[in-house]
């Protein structure tokens, strides 16, 4: 059973710093993955999806990369701003059409 | 822009009353997904469905039923909430086929069940 993992569970930085989060899944046999933002009481929005043959998406200040292999992804945010406060969460797919399995997700914190 | 709506945004109910979460998408997608979001547990999957009166069960899908009549809609349905169904309930939808497009999700449905 795919698990998916995401440490630390909480980070503050100050504003300006670039910053990388982590994520690491135990089957590597993925199909894409996906980074979401989530604000407080609100639903999810996608920020960046990678297929399996991909090694990274750029989108403005983040960039995603995934070593299938090793079983891990990270999401640089180059620049940081208090705008970027909120949870992020990594989730993976296990084959076309196929439900996601997601990490519980790293609450950013960004002191102006 | 695709457009996935739940009928609430907060919802209050008594224990052993029938709950019935909505859940519209405007983009013709072909998949949709219900959930629930925990402190502590994550987003897990209650059921979701690949096309019209067709459905599949997620990860938890005890103590829910769902409903799918029009492609658009899909419904959540407690049939007797109990406290412990106190959560976040966050709808999906997504295009479906072979397409490796991501979930678009609604805005959440804050459950109290008292």
């Known amino acids: 059973k795919q698990e998916v993992t995401q440490i630390p569970a909480a980070l503050s930085v100050p504003e300006g710093e670039n910053l990388v989060l982590n994520c690491s899944f135990t089957?590597?046999?993925?199909?894409?993955l996906q980074w979401f933002r989530q604000d407080p009481g609100k639903g999810l929005t996608s920020l960046l999806l990678?297929?399996?043959?991909?090694r990274e998406q750029t989108s403005g200040r983040l960039n995603a990369s995934l070593d299938k292999s090793s079983g891990r992804s990270t999401l640089y945010i180059a620049a940081s701003q208090p705008g970027d406060s909120a949870t992020y969460l990594c989730?993976?797919?296990?084959?076309?059409?196929?439900?996601?399995?997601f990490g519980k997700g790293i609450t950013l914190s960004v002191r102006p | 822009d695709v457009k996935v709506t739940q009928s609430s945004r907060y919802l209050v109910k008594r224990t052993g009353e029938k709950v019935f979460l909505e859940c519209v998408q405007d983009?013709?997608?072909?998949?949709m997904f219900w959930y629930r979001q925990d402190p502590g547990l994550g987003l897990r999957l209650i059921y979701f469905?690949?096309?019209?009166?067709?459905?599949e069960k997620g990860d938890i899908p005890e103590g829910y039923s769902v409903s799918r009549e029009k492609k658009e809609r899909f419904s959540l349905i407690l049939e007797s909430a109990s406290t412990n169904q106190t959560s976040m309930y966050l709808c999906?939808?997504?295009?479906?086929?072979?397409?490796?497009?991501?979930?678009?999700f609604g805005p959440g449905t804050r459950l109290t069940v008292l």
């Open positions: 983009m013709d997608h072909e998949n």
């Open positions: 999906a939808s997504s295009p479906g086929g072979l397409r490796t497009d991501t979930q678009y």
């Open positions: 989730a993976v797919s296990g084959g076309a059409n196929s439900k996601l399995t």
């Open positions: 089957d590597s046999a993925i199909y894409n």
């Open positions: 469905s690949y096309d019209v009166k067709m459905k």
């Open positions: 990678i297929q399996s043959s991909q």
